[in-house]
């Protein structure tokens, strides 16, 4: 964190003139910002797409919203400080959460970010971080779809005009491409993967319903999963049960089931949206072959023919992808 000092003076500089520095100007940029469950990431990308500066700090979750805007805007500055000569003129966020685009409002959020919901995001940073960067405008989007927006602009998906992105980590979530936009929805829901019905038998959701996608096929619901089947205790999470499936039968049987789950979700989704392709990203699908094959295995089972060329890929852009995705949303607020 830094305390907001501006060493060389640099800083105000570019706040008050054009951002055109003879001396090595960088010229316009974007502020991306990522705010997850555990992490909150901001960075600094030029028209190139090139990332000039990133810095990153756990997100105060507990501590409520102010606590979290505050550490976007610490970030925010040490990135700032970090690229003299570059001029900020849009701010973009991926944030954990149901979102309202338009308002840029936080709709509903897990308990995992206290008093999220409610939140006028993109009122409150504009205000927050116009000292920093003038009244530079703020979009705000769901982490999920600022990952697909990367994905489709900068990495697997690119060229694509459709697509389902699923991000499978500590939870599960979705997002769809159409006609090369995300797909919102009337609610602003489109893509809660989570808590699609698959009939979990006895597996409790974060939404409190039972038989939801998440209760099995996030990473939380993988380890439980393997605990209800009478796993070592020891154990502490997905990846320590993914890392036992070789040699652990109950583990690879939580595995496959978990994978199962999800790949027999995403064939209804794929089912119904047809989409160019799907990318698939998230710590548990990094766990690879012993969670993708029974993933795969299950999802092709299920496809109809005129489905079975459907390609199906990892992300390409890993944990960079809502940043990539947040930045190309903030340089289409401004036409770029
Ligand atoms: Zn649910």
């Given at each position: 964190m830094t305390d907001g000092r501006h060493g060389d003076g640099s800083l105000g500089d570019r706040s008050l003139g054009?951002?055109?520095?003879?001396?090595?100007s960088l010229g316009d940029a974007v502020l991306a910002v990522d705010i997850g469950g555990t992490k909150t990431a901001v960075a600094l990308l030029d028209g190139e797409h090139a990332v000039l500066a990133m810095a990153q700090a756990p997100t105060p979750g507990a501590d409520g919203p102010d606590a979290i805007i505050g550490t976007v805007v610490a970030l925010a500055q040490q990135v700032v400080e970090r690229a003299p000569g570059a001029r900020v003129v849009a701010t973009g966020v991926g944030t954990a959460g149901t979102v309202d685009v338009d308002r840029g409002a936080i709709v509903w959020a897990t308990?995992?970010?206290?008093?999220?919901?409610?939140?006028?995001l993109a009122a409150s940073l504009r205000s927050r971080l116009a000292p920093l960067v003038g009244d530079a405008p703020v979009q705000v989007q769901n982490d999920v779809d600022a990952h697909a927006l990367g994905e489709l602009r900068r990495g697997a998906a690119a060229g694509a005009r459709s697509a389902l992105m699923v991000a499978v980590g500590t939870g599960i979530g979705a997002s769809v491409i159409v006609d090369g936009r995300v797909l919102r929805g009337h609610r602003h829901?489109?893509?809660?993967?989570?808590?699609?019905?698959?009939?979990?038998?006895g597996l409790r959701c974060?939404?409190?319903?039972?038989?939801?996608l998440e209760a099995i096929g996030g990473g939380l619901g993988l380890h439980r999963h393997y605990l209800a089947l009478g796993g070592d205790r020891s154990v502490a999470d997905a990846r320590g049960v993914a890392g036992r499936a070789p040699h652990d039968p109950i583990a690879r049987r939580a595995v496959a089931d978990s994978a199962a789950a999800v790949g027999r979700a995403i064939a209804g989704a794929a089912t119904l949206l047809d989409p160019e392709l799907v990318v698939l990203s998230g710590g548990v699908v990094a766990a690879g072959a012993v969670w993708w094959a029974p993933m795969e295995s299950a999802l092709r089972t299920e496809l109809i023919e005129v489905l079975h060329d459907l390609p199906v890929v990892a992300g390409s852009?890993?944990?960079?992808a809502p940043l990539h995705g947040a930045a190309a949303a903030a340089w289409e607020m401004v036409g770029a």
């Open positions: 054009d951002g055109r520095h003879g001396d090595g308990e995992t970010l206290a008093d999220w919901a409610g939140t006028p829901v489109a893509g809660a993967f989570a808590h699609v019905p698959v009939g979990a038998a974060t939404c409190g319903r039972v038989g939801h852009l890993g944990g960079a």
